[in-house]
């Protein structure tokens, strides 16, 4: 595969359920990036992997959001107990050496 | 964190007119990147430019780093370039404008 794949496409859940959201890189890149863009708005950073490196975490809205990244290349973000206001579309981003950043065609998640 | 500004916020244009999209940051950057939203959401790159010109097509884009802006030009606009034009900077971290609607009539 060529892109950023994400799955699932589309997933709703109910408050308080807790979803797992993946992200496949491309293959080679270094860095991998979340981000979340709510109805209308931009996009707000969440969280950032470099290699072996300690992840940026500093965008993460609430403690009930967490991500990991296995083997440096696939990540996982999960979010606990989910609430409304955590309805948006989830994006996933990659980049070799932290240069251009590629997307992945993102998770719609909609908490009921 | 950086600030990044983009102007106008909308912009209706017709078929095969010019325009102009600005994006103004707060802080010396590593690296910046124009992004076109298309309807389906997707985040597609136009450029990844620091610095300098590129041309792409239609789509050129100049960054002037030392005085912290970057336009996107867009020449004989197509109905098919409608969507959200998205600046984008990092130092640490990929901080997002809140982005152009562009709309483009036939």
């Known amino acids: 595969g060529a892109g950023v794949s994400q799955s699932p496409s589309n997933k709703v859940t109910e408050k308080g359920k807790d979803v797992e959201l993946r992200c496949d890189p491309i293959s080679g890149h270094t860095a991998l990036y979340w981000y979340r863009q709510s109805l209308g708005q931009g996009l707000e950073f969440l969280i950032y992997f470099q290699g072996n490196s300690a992840p940026d975490k500093s965008g993460l809205p609430s403690d009930r959001f967490s991500a990991e ?41 909609t908490v009921t | ?45 136009l450029f990844y430019i620091p610095s300098g010109t590129k041309q792409n097509g239609r789509l050129s884009a100049t960054t002037v780093a030392t005085e912290r802006y970057s336009l996107l030009y867009i020449s004989s606009s197509q109905t098919t370039d409608s969507g959200v034009y998205f600046c984008a900077v990092e130092s640490y971290k990929l901080s997002f404008g809140a982005g152009t609607t562009v709309t483009v009539r036939a």
């Open chain 1, 69 to 109: 990244r296995t083997g440096g290349s696939v990540s996982t973000l999960t979010i606990q107990r989910t609430q409304q206001e955590d309805s948006a579309v989830y994006l996933c981003a990659s980049s070799f050496a932290r240069r251009e950043q590629y997307f992945g065609p993102g998770t719609r998640l």
């Open chain 2, 1 to 45: 964190g950086i600030q990044v500004e983009q102007s106008p916020p909308d912009l209706i244009l017709q078929e095969g007119a010019n325009s102009t999209l600005r994006c103004n940051f707060s802080d010396s950057v590593n690296n910046l990147q124009w992004f076109h939203q298309n309807p389906w959401g997707q985040l597609i790159n």
